[in-house]
């Protein structure tokens, strides 16, 4: 049997937090990278909780078919507040012995998630509004990458 140190527990608690973040971001791909995203955030809080230097488990994004649906302001408000609270949980936590360059990982993407989701909360200029989604997206993918486990020799 695994045991914990009090960290780790409060780690492993914010796991539920971040499975109940939930932002309608209206375009299905959009949508179903940050919903990839999220679930890769939960699995590096569990690695982290665990004392692992890297993730342990691939995430994937499942495309839904489906049309484009308008952007909701206050969800995208409501989960960048969410991930806020979730990270300041955590670096109030200290970064732990083991695993520090996921510890920064996670950091940074709750960083960044947070200020693209507020960005999408503010009113958007027509003109610019494919281009900023487009920059999510890729923002979205990258850090997805970010939080995917690197080649390794002996897998």
Request: proline residues 7%; glycine residues 6%.
């Amino acid at each position: 049997m695994t045991t914990h140190r009090p960290t780790s527990k409060a780690i492993l608690l914010l796991v539920d937090q971040v499975q109940d973040v939930h932002a309608d971001l209206g375009e299905p791909r959009i949508q179903a990278t940050f919903d990839a995203v999220i679930d890769a955030l939960g699995h590096a809080l569990v690695d982290l909780a665990d004392g692992a230097q890297a993730p342990s488990s691939t995430t994937s994004v499942v495309d839904v078919p489906g049309p484009a649906l308008a952007l909701d302001p206050v969800s995208c408000s409501a989960a960048a507040a969410h991930l806020a609270q979730i990270a300041a949980a955590l670096k109030r936590l200290g970064p732990p012995s083991t695993g520090a360059s996921l510890g920064c990982a996670v950091d940074s993407v709750l960083d960044g998630l947070v200020i693209d989701l507020q960005r999408c909360a503010e009113p958007a200029d027509p003109h610019n509004r494919a281009r900023t989604r487009a920059q999510f997206h890729r923002q979205l993918r990258a850090w997805l990458a970010k939080l995917q486990p690197g080649d390794r020799l002996d897998a």
